[in-house]
Nanobody, 123 residues
Framework: VQLQASGGGLVQAGGSLRLSCAAS????????LGWFRQATGKEREFVAA????????TYADSVKGRFTISRDNAKNTVYLQMDSLKNEDTAVYYC?????????????????WGQGTQVTVSS
């Protein structure tokens, strides 16, 4: 499975960005796709995840109500719509996938990772 993340950039606080993660290489039934982020000097943290078939989602408390994860199965792409961005959302964002029927929030359960995309939120 290959994952390609894109869509990062510089945005002012309160603004929006949409990240994309294009997946290829395998069929995606029963795959969970997740977004994680890592700020400079901090540990990687879970952001959001979605099941490929059922569309079940889960979010970190810090982004709930501001971020929305969605998928387009026809394009094998998962999106992360980020609204009302805050300075503390600044990080490198990674997409990851795992073959699983349950959504997990631990990075260690994900088998495949894309390269990161930088999101910088300025005051």
């Amino acid at each position: 499975v290959q994952l390609q993340a894109s869509g990062g950039g510089l945005v002012q606080a309160g603004g929006s960005l949409r990240l994309s993660c294009a997946a290829s290489g395998r069929t995606f039934g029963d795959y969970v796709l997740g977004w994680f982020r890592q700020a400079t000097g901090k540990e990687r943290e879970f952001v959001a995840a979605i099941s490929w078939r059922g569309g079940s989602t889960t979010y970190a408390d810090s982004v709930k109500g501001r971020f929305t994860i969605s998928r387009d199965n026809a394009k094998n792409t998962v999106y992360l719509q980020m609204d009302s961005l805050k300075n503390e959302d600044t990080a490198v964002y990674y997409c990851a996938s795992v073959r699983s029927r349950t959504i997990g929030t631990r990075g260690g359960m994900y088998d495949y990772w894309g390269q990161g995309t930088q999101v910088t939120v300025s005051s």
